[in-house]
């Protein structure tokens, strides 16, 4: 029978450290649970790098009162397909664009929403916009355009 060295244990008990704590790591890594902001932030990130196109009209803005006081939701409607879809966006985590809001009733925005799930979408994120007078956050902060400023 052959006798292991020295050298030998402590590289096989060297690498075993090592792919236990990658292997730790990797573990903690995907258990870790993203709040609701951070999962909402990641869903408007991914459409809006891989939406498809749709125009829709915001219909309406509510402030919810009590717990959820700190909302500000852009109700919109959009058609996919022959199917009316009506969603809100909260855009209370885009400051700026929230300040802009109650002048967004009644636009025609462009929509971007999930192909295998249409009723999924957004009409702005922090590096896209389908508000005809807003800029995303990504390119600088959201703002009048300079077209919509001029008008009286």
């Known amino acids: 029978m052959r006798e292991w060295s020295s050298l030998t ?69 959009y058609d996919v397909a022959g199917v009316t879809y009506e969603v809100a966006q909260d855009v209370a985590p885009l400051p700026a664009v929230a300040a802009l809001a109650s002048r967004a009733v009644g636009q025609e925005v462009i929509v971007k929403y999930e192909m295998k799930r249409p009723g999924n979408s957004i009409i702005i994120s ?13 390119t600088a902060a959201p703002s009048l355009s300079a077209e919509v400023a001029e008008k009286p």
């Open 126 to 138: 922090e590096e896209w916009s389908g508000l005809p007078d807003v800029k995303p956050a990504g």
């Open 9 to 77: 244990i402590g590289v096989v008990a060297g690498a075993a450290g090592v792919l236990a704590g990658a292997g730790t790591l990797v573990y903690l890594k995907l258990r870790r649970r993203k709040d609701p902001a951070e999962l909402e932030r990641l869903r408007r990130f991914s459409l809006s790098r891989t939406g498809r196109i749709a125009t829709g009209e915001i219909i309406s803005l509510v402030e919810p009162e009590g717990q959820n006081a700190s909302a500000v939701l852009l109700v919109y409607q």
